[in-house]
Structures are given as C-alpha cells and as structure tokens.
C-alpha cells in the first residue's frame, strides 16, 4: 500500500507540472499547430521547395543550373547557398512551428525570400493551429493502468506471471514508440536515429524480454531484471508525456496511437517496478541474486558451487518433512514436471531415481548432489527461501518445481 500511495503522490506531482518540451528522435518536438508550403512565386523549373517533419524543417532541391541563395532572417542555421544539383534541409525560424503559440483553428502566413541566378523567388507558407488534447485524460489513464498493475499483481497468485506479461507489453509499446518517432525523421538516416531514440532502451528491451523468458522458466530471479527492465523504460518514456499536452506529433502514425503507446510504456513500466518491490526485497536476502540475474538473462542455467547437502536413507523417518520423490527415465521426469507449494519453514525430503548416472540441482538454494543409476538418492533440506525454484538433472532436464511460501 505504501508503495501504491508514493506512486499516486508521484503522478499528482506530475499533473500539476507545466507541459514540458522535450525532444523527441532526430530532435524534433511536438507542438500545436503544422507548416506548410503553399506557393513559389514565380514558379522556377528545377526548384522544389517543401516543409518536412510537420514544418519543423525546410527542403530545398536546386534542379536550376544557378545557384540559391535564402534571404537573411531565418536563424542561424540558414544555409548561405545551395548549388545546383543539391538538396539541402535545415531548420528556419520563419517556418518551423516550434516555441510558436497558435491557436487551433487559427493561421498564421509565413514568407521566405530567395535569390535564384538573380531573380527574387517568394517561398510563401502558413502555420495552422490544431486543437491539442486534454492532458488529464491520459494522465489519469495512465495512473489507473499503472494502479490496476500493482494492485493485481498483490492479489493474484502468480502475480510473477503478471509482471512479466505486463512486462513485455511496456516494452512492445516502448519499441513500438521509438519505431514511429523514428519513422517520422526524414532529415537522418533511420538507424543512426533509431539507435539514439532507443538510449537506454537498448538495455532494457533484453532485460524485460530475458527475464520474462527466464521467470517463465520458473527461475524467480528473471522477475528482478524485468522489474529493472521496465523500471528503466518508464523513466526512458517520461519526457514523452509531452504527447498528452500536444496536438502534433513526431510520430510516423495517428497522434492518438503514439499517445496510448506512451500510455502504456509508462504506465506498465511504472507499475510492474513499484509492484516488482516485493520481489526485490526477496531476492535482496538471496546473495546470489545479482549473479543469478545476469546469468538468467542470458538464458543460461550454470552450476553453481554445490553447497554439502544432507544426506537421507530414502524411505527413513521424517514425520515433519515434505516428501518428495521423482524419478529420471529415457530422459524426462515421472510424474510430469508439476509444481509442489511448501511452507516457508518446512523441512522437505526430496528423493530422485534415475536410470543413468546423474546430478541434481534444486535452484535457489544451491544444493547439488550425484545420483547413481538405479540407486535412489534422497537429501533432507529446510525451505527458507519464499519463491519459486526449479529442481533439476543437468544438464537442463526439468524434474519439478518447488513454491515456497
């Protein structure tokens, strides 16, 4: 509950912000109103000229066989000339939308001179205003998703596969956003800006993706990296809340599309790292959490530094233990790999049977010990580990799983 109620104070916090103006891939923001070209007087053969990007840039292609030349009062970034043969984008005050305030419904013309071989050419233009959307609509569909995840994933028994699920769904919606900021960049090769949209996603993508492969393996340490996985897509997302207080986008898609992808990269982000606490402070107590992590993700399943186990005449008395038996044949496991809850606490007897010499290891704790063919081997340990824990014959032959609670 204390982590639910520091997540609502935190979207408050958020909601009474000003609208802020973050950039988006190749550096374009969002805004209220477009750019666009509306005639070129006179008309030069060879000479095309047009708004890109919602007018956040001019292109000009110079298929004249003289030279252009911008007329001064456009910005810095103005070129002095463009050769015949080029075609040359750059950003001009005159024309761009951005820092602009116009409202929707209204227009606002632009002009912009040029010279060509000495003939004075006039770029004439028009800014509209477009009608934004209502910021506290998203905001609070945001924090109701974001709530909706932390308080399912507290009631439900497998509350793990929730985290995942949700997990993966932050982070389609992350790739998703990325994919159609960059499509929306047409002065920059799309992979240099894919790669610079994605920043820090780069990590968190296979961190979610790994560790959701690897909790659905049974493995609970998989559930920290898509907890820090999608911890980082929500923080990676947040300057793009800007889409909830904007009308134009820099989105290769529908404004409304790119809002619910923000929507839910955020919002799922946030949710399955605030709720994903619990796990954290588990696995916290384990001290070979981190290492399991990095291991996990990779898919790998390494053996760790067998621990002395104890030994147990199979079939001896242990009125408190948990008794648990399972046999090795041809390869696979009988009875079928299934799941087995025990109490936190409890003294569990675990007995293996096997056809062909092996060694098993119950994950989580450690324990490694040999079984030979046609001798059952049995150890006695106490479950005081909460989580899930696979029991295995290496090298990766499933036998069961163990729920501590």
């Known amino acids: 509950m204390k982590a639910l109620l520091a997540f609502v104070v935190f979207a408050i916090a958020l909601l009474a912000a000003p609208a802020p103006a973050y950039a988006h891939a190749g550096g374009l923001t969002a805004t209220d109103s477009r750019s666009r070209v509306v005639a070129v007087t006179p008309a030069v053969p060879g000479l095309r000229v047009a708004t890109i990007e919602n007018g956040a840039r001019i292109r000009l292609v110079n298929g004249t066989g003289s030279s252009v030349v911008p007329g001064a009062g456009g910005g810095p970034a103005v070129p002095a000339a463009i050769a015949p043969g080029k075609d040359v984008t750059w950003i001009d005050t005159r024309v761009t939308p951005d820092g602009r305030r116009i409202a929707a419904g209204q227009s606002v013309d632009w002009t912009m001179p040029l010279d060509v071989g000495g003939t004075t050419v006039l770029v004439s233009g028009v800014l509209t205003g477009e009608q934004p959307p209502i910021p506290l609509v998203w905001w609070v569909s945001a924090v109701l998703v974001a709530a909706?995840?932390?308080?399912?994933?507290?009631?439900?028994?497998?509350?793990?596969?929730?985290?995942?699920?949700?997990?993966?769904?932050?982070?389609?919606?992350?790739?998703a956003h990325v994919a159609g900021s960059t499509l929306a960049v047409e002065s920059a090769p799309p992979a240099g800006t894919f790669l610079s949209a994605a920043g820090i996603n780069l990590l968190a993508w296979p961190l979610i993706i790994g560790g959701a492969?690897?909790?659905?393996?049974?493995?609970?340490?998989?559930?920290?990296?898509?907890?820090?996985?999608?911890?980082?897509?929500a923080v990676f997302v947040l300057p793009d809340v800007t889409s909830f207080h904007r009308a134009v986008l820099p989105f290769a898609g529908p404004a409304i599309v790119e809002r619910i992808l923000v929507v839910l990269a955020l919002s799922l982000g946030a949710g399955v790292a605030v709720a994903g606490s619990g796990v954290l402070r588990t696995l916290a107590r384990q001290p070979t959490a981190?290492?399991?992590?990095?291991?996990?993700?990779?898919?790998?399943?390494?053996?760790?530094?067998p621990v002395e186990a104890v030994p147990s005449t199979c079939g001896s008395a242990a009125p408190d233990a948990v008794p648990l038996n399972v046999a090795l044949r041809e390869g696979r496991a009988e009875p079928a790999p299934h799941r087995v809850s025990v109490a936190t606490g409890s003294p569990v007897l675990l007995g293996v049977s096997a056809d062909v010499p092996t060694e098993v290891h119950v994950h989580g704790y450690d324990l490694v010990y040999p079984v030979q063919a046609g001798q059952p081997a049995c150890v006695l340990f106490v479950a005081?580990?909460?989580?899930l824990f696979d029991v295995e014959a290496h090298p990766e032959t499933l036998l069961l799983q163990i729920e501590v609670r």
């Open 290 to 305: 981190l290492l399991l992590v990095g291991i996990l993700v990779l898919g790998g399943c390494t053996r760790a530094t």
């Open 213 to 233: 492969v690897t909790a659905f393996r049974g493995r609970p340490a998989g559930v920290l990296a898509v907890c820090g996985g999608a911890a980082l897509t």
């Open 384 to 387: 005081d580990r909460a989580g």
């Open 148 to 175: 909706a995840v932390i308080l399912a994933a507290r009631r439900l028994t497998r509350g793990d596969v929730l985290l995942c699920s949700a997990g993966l769904v932050a982070a389609g919606a992350s790739i």
